[in-house]
């Protein structure tokens, strides 16, 4: 059974910087892109970034551009999230996400780890 466990988060105040981790296990991890989504209180569902199964190629949503860093270790199977200048609206839970990009309910999910930016 597919599996990803994310780990990491915690609380920081603005400015501050987080990494996540998320550990794959029950599929072949070099092969598939990942992700990394998260969601706030009340709100959907938002893509974060993505990486190409190899990590030659990533992609991230406007509002994180230059704060945040995806990044994958094939050989211990894990994707990780650099977030820097962290801000208020950055507070979410995340999570990490089997494919470059899945945004339908069943897509495979881990169970999230929480971020909390405030002062």
């Known amino acids: 059974e597919a599996q990803l466990v994310e780990s990491g988060g915690d609380s920081v105040q603005p400015g501050g910087s987080l990494r996540l981790s998320c550990v794959a296990s029950?599929?072949?991890?070099?092969?598939?892109?990942m992700s990394w989504y998260r969601q706030a209180p009340g709100r959907e569902l938002q893509y974060v970034a993505g990486?190409?199964?190899?990590?030659?190629?990533?992609d991230y949503t406007n509002s994180v551009k230059g704060r945040f860093t995806i990044s994958r270790d094939n050989a211990k199977n894990t994707l990780y999230l650099q977030l820097n200048n962290l801000k208020t609206e950055d507070t979410a839970m995340y999570y990490c996400?089997?494919?470059?990009?899945?945004?339908?309910?069943?897509?495979?999910r881990g169970q999230g780890t929480q971020v909390t930016v405030s002062s």
């Open positions: 996400t089997q494919g470059m990009r899945c945004d339908v309910p069943s897509c495979n």
């Open positions: 029950g599929f072949t991890f070099n092969e598939y892109g």
């Open positions: 990486i190409r199964s190899g990590g030659e190629s990533t």
